[in-house]
T-cell receptor, first 112, second 115 residues
């Protein structure tokens, strides 16, 4: 049973516009959420995270929003740039252990 | 600069062979992970270790075992490789606890092909 769900396998966005990637989770014990970016033939790299005590975290062009009641988080990238084309993974962990559970990923294409 | 190093980028092995995938981290992290990445399935956790000689099964441990004799090194072992274990294998490490600076750092991955 998938605990972290990314229901959009791919997303295409015009360069300069906002990219919004969505993620849902089922485990109410998750208290820390992360986004990773992955290029082909490379390992994922950490992008941004948010604790469950917050509802927003911002880092430059990247903002993550958390809606605990809906068990939903989203990653906003604005403005989108060509180098943002990659696979984005949503991930979560819970306090009782440090296992990090990933979603299936969303492939983002930034169109010129 | 933090580093997680996987011993091989590409490996080709025969069905039935015993395969060792090695991972070393230089960040003195307690936690280490092995994931596999397959198209349409994302990153799936195989095994997790939270200390030397300690391990926990992840979501898909069948056909795999692990070894952690030293803090910096975490090995994934395919006891008898099969073609359905052809995949990209990713090692990661992290500090314990949740919160700031506890994100996992990944190695570059090992693309394993079992023929």
């Amino acid at each position: 049973d998938q605990q972290v769900k990314q229901n959009s396998p791919s997303l295409s966005v015009q360069e300069g516009r906002i990219s919004i990637l969505n993620c849902d989770y089922t485990n109410s014990m998750f208290d820390y959420f992360l986004w990773y970016k992955k290029y082909p033939a490379e390992g994922p790299t950490f992008l941004i995270s948010i604790s469950s005590i917050k509802d927003k975290n911002e880092d430059g062009r990247f903002t993550v929003f958390l809606n605990k009641s809906a068990k939903h988080l989203s990653l906003h990238i604005v403005p989108s740039q060509p180098g943002d084309s990659a696979v984005y993974f949503c991930a979560a962990s819970e306090r009782r252990d440090d296992k990090i559970i990933f979603g299936k990923g969303t492939r983002l294409h930034i169109l010129p | 600069d933090v580093k997680v190093t996987q011993s091989s980028r590409y490996l080709v092995k025969r069905t039935g062979e015993k395969v060792f995938l090695e991972c070393v981290q230089d960040m003195d992290h307690e936690n280490m992970f092995w994931y596999r990445q397959d198209p349409g399935l994302g990153l799936r956790l195989i095994y997790f270790s939270y200390d030397v000689k300690m391990k926990e099964k992840g979501d898909i441990p069948e056909g795999y075992s692990v070894s952690r004799e030293k803090k910096e090194r975490f090995s994934l072992i395919l006891e008898s490789a099969s073609t359905n274990q052809t995949s990209m294998y990713l090692c990661a490490s992290s500090s314990p606890g949740t919160g700031k600076n506890t994100e996992a750092f990944f190695g570059q991955g090992t693309r394993l092909t079992v023929v």
